[in-house]
């Protein structure tokens, strides 16, 4: 179920990132997009991380890309080397900074691979730029216990 509601999450925030990207062949890539969404929903995540691999590479300057990816190898690969590189790939871009998300998934995938200092960091940065008060008070909780 849990799986269920991050590929959801995942759908929407991709499908609503296309916009953002600059210089995009966006028929190339909303052909794509639409591949991945039904592979999500099939549950077929090893093919989704493989397209999104590709235009991860293909489109650097959409940000989304990566951060997804990042996501779905450490949920659905276990992937945590390869995850964290993607998320320290775009945590501090400017254009992810309306994404405060992404420093709590980075500071989830370190403290997971054991990396305490850098998961503190990141959360707390998570806190510094989140608006939510909800997500805010879990990872207060979070925070609190190491």
Same mark, same amino acid.
């Given at each position: 179920?849990?799986? /269920?509601?991050? #590929?959801?999450?995942?759908?929407c925030m991709l499908s609503s990132s296309i916009a953002f990207a600059n210089n995009i062949s966006y028929q190339d890539s909303n052909l794509n ?13 090893e093919e989704a991380i493989d397209i999104l691999t590709v235009l991860s590479s293909e489109y650097p300057e959409n940000f989304i890309y990566s ?16 995850? &964290? #590189? ?15 998300? &992404?420093?709590? /998934?980075?500071?989830? #995938? ?23 008060? #909800?997500?805010?008070? /879990?990872? /207060? ?6």
């Amino acid at each position: 179920m849990l799986g /269920r509601k991050i #590929a959801l999450l995942f759908l929407c925030m991709l499908s609503s990132s296309i916009a953002f990207a600059n210089n995009i062949s966006y028929q190339d890539s909303n052909l794509n997009v639409v591949e991945v969404k039904e592979l999500l929903e099939q549950g077929e995540y090893e093919e989704a991380i493989d397209i999104l691999t590709v235009l991860s590479s293909e489109y650097p300057e959409n940000f989304i890309y990566s951060y997804q990816l990042g996501i779905l190898l450490k949920d659905y690969s276990n992937d945590l080397e390869n995850s &964290i #590189a993607y998320l320290e790939d775009v945590v501090w871009l400017e254009e992810a900074i309306n994404y405060p998300e &992404i420093h709590y /998934r980075l500071g989830m #995938a370190y403290l997971e691979n054991k990396e305490n200092k850098k998961a503190r960091t990141s959360l707390s940065n998570y806190l510094k730029y989140n608006k939510d008060e #909800a997500n805010s008070k /879990r990872v /207060r909780l979070i925070l609190g216990n190491f």
